[in-house]
């Protein structure tokens, strides 16, 4: 395997090209015995050197050549790396400045010292597109070759790792000592004003702005960072187009355009149809979340008796790539990345499709191989609907859409937390209906719709019945009013529950499935409490460091977060998330709860809707 990156430096700039498409890597005669000596244990490789050449070989003449012609270049070996037992990955680079001629890198030749033979042609692989050109220098700007050959050896542990001090450095190298620098930046704490984070300490109880956050307020002071200002409601189609967002003459929260909308250019002398969308045209409300990038950075961690939770740690945002940040897995869909992903505006309610209207009552007429999902306002939000069977009516709205998952919910619960510096929503935005009387025998939440005029903003509004309709710039009720179902979460519990002990989670982004730990289902390291209380502390796990689910209860209804927490039953459960109508102080963005099995469902729960545009895909 052979990969090459031709680069241009100026200054400290770097622009990298791959374009080489280079055979496999033959190993030579001379290789192959020098293979033999270390198998019989009679011999070790020491790898020395990598030789450009410009003569064009084929592949057929490889395995016999002892030596290469017209060698250009040749650059010390300034990497060995153990891939795994078998296989080494040696890494070279070749720059330009003392090359009088340019010529075209046709062969590259991997040098290795044989104990008895000295210095031999290990292996060869020649270059097939013809396009490698390595130019001569010209006095001000330095081109060079980054190259990276895998090659088995039998048994990696008798290879040398040791390398020439006077070797120049790879990419490999810099981008490695790049991401050293990041992670001792991310420790000490960022500067940049276009990274933006918050540092929780939760055994001090205390959250403070940090970096690009630091002096800035809620709301205004985030309108213009395109994770948080960015974000705004739209109306989106069934096959997953914008037709309008909040402030055009033609949006609409009915769930059906009210007047036709023409996206051609005005004007225009032959518009597309596809962009002309006539009035009654099926639409959801949704919110548009821009992408974003993210890093936790742990500074206290603590084990459990299984897994770890965060004593205190920052979390960043940034509306660009930086070193160090990964995209948010909300815009990784199996594997594929999205600009934008679409989240519901209102809590969902049904479309009844053999009669082709919305429930506006939650009437229990749902017929699970038709009906639709939906997000429109002026409805009493739908219930007695089981995950699986939210997960069903979500499809049956097409490719692209699904409920609320851990991925989606992780994304808004992240900058909430960042541009609130706090978890509790309830004391930042609004307690939202959370202290209704219950009548212990049906579905009292409010109708949809009651932020409509908060347009993309946040904030509370009090609806005719005079209860707290809350809204985090466009997704109104992530906390009160009804629980929602978040599917891609499977928690496998033990046998019996008791004080002290933990689950497992698994969790996936796609192919959402009930009680499985199977793939796409990944253990993510990190382990649910067991129990009822107030959250103090969240789970950990590098690559799952995104989410924010509970791993101790030792809290109370205001700090360190505030939300409650429950985890009593054994064996799987699924999860819901928020709180219904009675909850009190105890509801919130970060109220998370394992009652449910994947059977279960009752008049306290329902479901929200996600557009994720990868998924059109396949």
């Known amino acids: 395997c052979c990969d090459i990156g031709i680069h241009r430096n100026k200054t400290i700039e770097r622009i990298e090209i791959h374009m080489a498409e280079f055979s496999k ?90 104990p008895d033979a000295g210095e031999i042609l290990y292996a060869v692989t020649i270059e097939n597109s013809g396009s490698c050109y390595m130019p001569p220098y010209n006095g001000v700007t330095v081109s060079g070759a980054y190259v990276q050959l895998i090659t088995t050896v039998g048994n990696a542990e008798n290879v040398s790792l040791a390398v020439d001090a006077a070797a120049v450095a790879t990419i490999g190298d810099i981008q490695e000592l790049e991401a050293k620098i990041a992670d001792l930046q991310a420790y000490i704490g960022y500067t940049d004003s276009d990274i933006y984070g918050v540092e929780v300490d939760f055994t001090n109880k205390r959250i403070t702005r940090i970096a690009g956050s630091e002096n800035r307020t809620q709301g205004t002071g985030f309108d213009n960072i395109p994770p948080f200002g960015g974000r705004r409601r739209c109306n989106l189609t069934n096959d997953g187009k914008v037709v309008a967002y909040y402030g055009d003459s033609g949006f609409s929260t009915t769930g059906k355009l009210t007047k036709a909308v023409d996206l051609n250019p005005e004007g225009a002398e032959d518009p597309d149809p596809s962009l002309q969308f006539a009035a009654g045209t099926i639409v959801q409300t949704m919110v548009e979340q821009p992408k974003f990038y993210y890093k936790v950075v742990p500074l206290v961690l603590e084990k459990n008796k299984l897994g770890s939770k965060i004593r205190k740690a920052r979390y960043y945002v940034s509306a660009t790539p930086k070193t160090g940040f990964k995209l948010h897995p909300a815009f990784i869909e199996n594997g594929k990345e999205n600009e934008k992903i679409y989240l519901a505006a209102f809590d969902g309610s049904l479309w009844d499709a053999s009669a082709a209207t919305y429930i506006l009552d939650d009437a229990s007429v749902m017929d699970s191989a038709t009906d639709m999902l939906s997000s429109i306002a002026n409805v009493k939000p739908m219930s007695m609907v089981a995950r699986k069977n939210a997960r069903g009516i979500a499809k049956n709205r097409g490719d692209g859409w699904s409920q609320a998952y851990a991925a989606s919910i992780a994304a808004s619960q992240l900058l909430m937390l960042i541009e609130y510096a706090t978890f509790n929503m309830q004391s930042a935005i609004g307690n939202g209906v959370a202290f209704k009387t219950d009548d212990g025998a049906t579905n009292v939440a409010e109708n949809t719709g009651g932020s409509v005029s908060l347009g993309n903003g946040s904030g509370t509004v009090t609806n005719a019945n005079g209860y707290p309709i809350v809204s985090y710039r466009g997704e109104e009720n992530l906390w009160g009013n009804i629980w929602y179902w978040v599917d891609g979460m499977n928690e496998q519990n033990p046998a019996t529950i008791v004080d002290g002990e933990y689950g497992t989670l698994f969790v996936a982004d796609h192919d959402f499935a009930d009680d499985t730990a199977t793939s796409p289902y990944e253990n993510t390291g990190i382990h649910p409490c067991c129990g009822n209380g107030s959250v103090s502390a969240f789970g950990y796990a590098e690559k799952y460091d995104w989410m924010f689910v509970p791993a101790e209860k030792g809290g109370t209804s205001v700090l360190p977060v505030g939300d409650y927490y429950g985890n009593t039953n054994p064996n799987w459960r699924i999860a819901r998330l928020g709180g219904r109508w009675d909850n009190a102080v105890g509801a919130g963005a970060f109220y998370w709860d394992f009652y449910h099995p994947a059977s279960g469902y009752g008049r306290e729960v329902g479901a929200r809707l996600v557009f994720v545009p990868s998924r059109l895909e396949g």
Do not use: C, P
């Open 25 to 114: 890597l033959v190993i030579t005669k001379a290789g192959q015995a020098l293979l033999a000596k270390m198998i019989a244990g009679t011999g070790s490789i020491t790898f020395t050197k990598i030789a450009a050449s410009s003569t064009a070989y084929t592949l057929a003449q490889l395995e016999a050549l002892t030596a290469i012609t017209n060698i250009k270049q040749t650059s010390l070996i300034s990497k060995v790396v153990r891939t795994n037992n078998v296989a080494i990955q040696v890494e070279a680079a070749f720059i330009n400045s003392e090359l009088k001629a340019g010529y075209y890198m046709k062969t590259l030749g991997l040098y290795a010292v044989d």
